[in-house]
């Protein structure tokens, strides 16, 4: 039955996120999380923390994560922003950069599939640039006039990232606008931005503690850009929530910055494994597109993408299977420990037949 008040409801397409399993067991390489634990000073800082300070509300700015992190990037601590995981970070950054009624932001058409819903929540107009045949962004479809860019280096679900000079050219034709790059798989390999900050007023660097930090479940993002931008994103963070990081979140963020010896041996271990996994899916067959990230976009000449994601799943291998245009027989595979990528060559050979 309608209800009288239903034409008050909003209407919304969100956007779905890889499928979190209840099942105990599973290899899970669908939504590119690090699959070593978080740095043992985090376990010790949430182990010693405080509980009787849960009584107050939290620091609201994040002030320590917030100096660890602008010593960590050389920066100044009004250059940082914190919030609760990437997706808030840049959907305030939505709300404080993008507001162009008339002009769309530009990303490119196979990307983060978050960034045309937020666009859709908040009423932001946008155009998709198509990425090549080998799925390159190409610089000059952001040459046009535009409401601001945003474009993940690497992208996903790709992995495959660009240089300094792609970076520069987009910033260089982009004056007037916020330029967001979304650096949340950068550790992995690819080229960081952070360098340009000093150039260029109107960048915005994201980047993510839930891949290279091992912390998905802690939720937190970063901004990094000029005083003003960041200033604002504070401003339009105050005007919904003040108090988007709890207390644990901020002592366990700031003991993961301050252990870069962990961090790199983890960052590694994945890179290490991600090299091996792509050279054996590439024996098999598969085409296997060159990743920065901490995962491999690939495609196989005569295996169902779809049947091979299902039959995956039945054996409780968890990959990720999008049923997009242009994309939709390519898979996403997360790095795992390397028992849990042999278990996936080893599904995929008996799936072979082999
Ligand atoms: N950007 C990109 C490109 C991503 O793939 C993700 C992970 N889904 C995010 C941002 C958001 O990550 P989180 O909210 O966990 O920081």
């Not at 963070?237 to 003040?242: G, I, L, Q, T, V």
């Amino acid at each position: 039955m309608i209800k009288p008040w239903s034409d008050k409801l909003r209407k919304v397409d969100p956007y779905v996120p890889g499928e979190q399993s209840k099942k105990q067991n599973i290899i899970k390489l669908n939504a590119n999380e690090n699959p070593y634990p978080p740095s043992p000073k985090v376990v010790e800082a949430i182990h010693n923390f405080d509980t009787d300070k849960l009584c107050l509300y939290p620091n609201s700015s994040a002030y320590q994560l917030t100096e660890a992190l602008a010593q960590h990037y050389g920066l100044d601590m009004n250059q940082v922003f914190v919030g609760n995981g990437s997706d808030e970070v840049i959907a305030l950054a939505y709300m404080a950069y993008f507001n162009s009624p008339d002009k769309p932001i530009l990303f490119p058409d196979i990307t983060y599939s978050f960034y045309p819903v937020w666009c859709n929540f908040f009423k932001t107009p946008y155009l998709t640039k198509a990425v090549d045949e080998n799925f390159r962004i190409n610089a000059k479809d952001y040459y046009e006039k535009n409401g601001g860019v945003i474009i993940p280096n690497p992208n996903a679900p790709t992995g495959m990232s660009e240089g300094r000079e792609f970076i520069e050219e987009i910033l260089q034709h982009n004056q007037d606008v916020v330029v967001i790059i979304d650096e949340a798989y950068v550790d992995f390999g690819s080229y960081s931005a952070v360098e340009l900050l000093k150039k260029y007023e109107n960048l915005v660097i994201v980047h993510t503690f839930s891949k290279s930090r091992s912390l998905a479940g802690m939720r937190i993002g970063v901004a990094l850009g000029n005083p003003e931008l960041i200033s604002l994103l504070n401003a339009v963070k105050n005007c919904y929530n003040s108090y988007t990081l709890d207390s644990v979140a901020i002592a366990a963020g700031t003991a993961s910055v301050n252990d870069d010896t962990y961090f790199l041996s983890t960052l590694n271990k994945v890179i290490e494994t991600r090299e091996r996994t792509a050279k054996e899916l590439s024996d098999l067959g598969f085409k296997v597109f060159p990743s920065h990230s901490n995962f491999l976009f690939v495609t196989h000449p005569t295996i169902s993408a779809k049947e091979l994601f299902e039959a995956a799943k039945a054996e409780n291998i968890f990959i990720r299977f999008f049923d997009l245009p242009r994309i939709n027989n390519h898979l996403r595979i997360s790095i795992g420990t390397d028992a849990q990528m042999d278990a996936l060559i080893g599904f995929i050979k008996k799936y072979q037949g082999r």
